[in-house]
């Protein structure tokens, strides 16, 4: 017997492998790889899909 | 005086904020609990009836009576990214960190013992009850027989999963589901399952609180779609004016949960009526502010950058507290004094 939610669960997207942009210490943002903030660049974000509400890891469920 | 930061890497909400900072010409530290304690350190003292200490990481060091403001945006566990992370050198750098912050006088966004209870669904739905939010009727059970009974009587329910999906491979989620009133309910047995009265929606609302400003969005739903986060269908979050009772209801909720931020559900009805779904303390922004220009991250910013004030003890009142004064300076597009 399983839960009765677990019945309902989907396979989940699966998460890109890798973003475009890698986080400056320096700076304390991520950046491009052309240098600029990866916040400067809204296609980005938005393609991503970073900043959406189902962009939560294991640890944070509440998005 | 510093904004502490607690966030991973790789969050680029957290971005937002950091730029809208440095715009403010406010100090800040952007600070990953996993990366104690090898690519960060900490240390506090406590001698002679007095309390020091410090955080350091990526080359930069803040004294904690330099804060101003903690942020708990996306923090890692401590410890985990150690070379030798294990659950017990999470729990001891834990401590550590934590109880130091604990110590200070630092505003929380938000505070840990606010966050924790207001995490849980069910403890949401009942501070929703009180603040006069719209609720639907709601069940949450390990008895068949009360699920079986709950669904006859709504009629049309949805399952969702009050804690998100577990930790499997390959992974799962967990959208909110419409269920019949005819469904074997003989596995509610095995675990705590939440049933609610399904509401036929419009549109999604997603309102975010940030100390007492308001931004409120709206997500046309595709038709019959259940679960705003799945099966979108070109709609764009715009914004959107909250109602006068809506208003008045969020700043109870915060006032009765004490979060400085939270990011509400909302499913509106046929009639308009926004029925509560959830208030996430640490819901997503940067998808309502990227596509609606809301300028949500600013908000955080100011709300963090106020003018430190030293918390009296006893519980008493700050005097000159930030929450005292009406954000300025600034624009925004709601925006209600407390009730």
Known sequence: MQPFVLKHAIPAERSPASVPYAYNAALQLNVLSDGRPAIADRAVLLATGTTTSTAGSKTHFDD | ???????????????????????????????????LPDRAALSTEYDRGDFTGYL?????????????????????????????????????????????????????????????????KPFQLRVAQRSGFAVPSTLVTTYPRAAHDFAVRCADIV???ASGPPSVDPPVSLPTTRIGPDTDFSDVAAGATLLQRYVPKRADIRLICVGQEVFAARKTAAAGQVDGRFGCHGHRWEAVEAP????????????????????????????????????????????????????????????????????????????????????????????????
């Not at chain 2, 109880?99 to 006088?105: F, I, S």
């Not at chain 2, 926004?274 to 809301?294: A, H, P, R, Y």
């Not at chain 2, 918390?311 to 709601?334: K, M, N, T, W």
């Open chain 2, 56 to 120: 350091s990481t990526g080359g930069r060091l803040v004294s904690i009576h330099g804060l101003r403001s903690i942020w708990v945006r996306r923090p890692g566990r401590p410890a985990a990214h150690a070379a030798n992370a294990s659950e017990w050198l999470t729990a001891e750098c834990g401590q550590a960190l934590y109880g130091m912050l604990y110590a200070t006088t630092a505003r929380w966004m938000n505070h840990p013992g606010a966050a924790e209870p207001a995490r849980h």
């Open chain 2, 244 to 339: 006068a009772g809506i208003l008045h209801s969020v700043h109870t909720y915060m006032a009765l949960t004490g979060l400085a931020y939270g990011a509400f559900d909302f499913a509106e009805d046929a009639d308009g009526v926004w029925w509560f779904l959830e208030c996430n303390q640490g819901g997503q922004f940067g998808f309502v502010e990227l596509e609606t220009g809301q300028p949500i991250a600013a908000a955080i910013a100011s709300w963090l950058a106020a003018p430190h004030t030293v918390r009296p003890p006893h519980g008493a009142s700050p005097v000159d507290g930030p929450e005292d004064r009406p954000a300025v300076g600034r624009p925004h597009l709601r925006r209600e004094q407390p009730h």
């Open chain 2, 159 to 161: 399952v969702k999963s």
């Open chain 2, 1 to 35: 005086m510093t904004v502490l930061i607690l966030t991973c890497h790789q969050d680029v909400t957290a971005d937002l904020v950091v730029a809208e900072l440095r715009e403010l010409g406010v100090p800040l530290v952007r600070f990953d609990p996993a990366d």
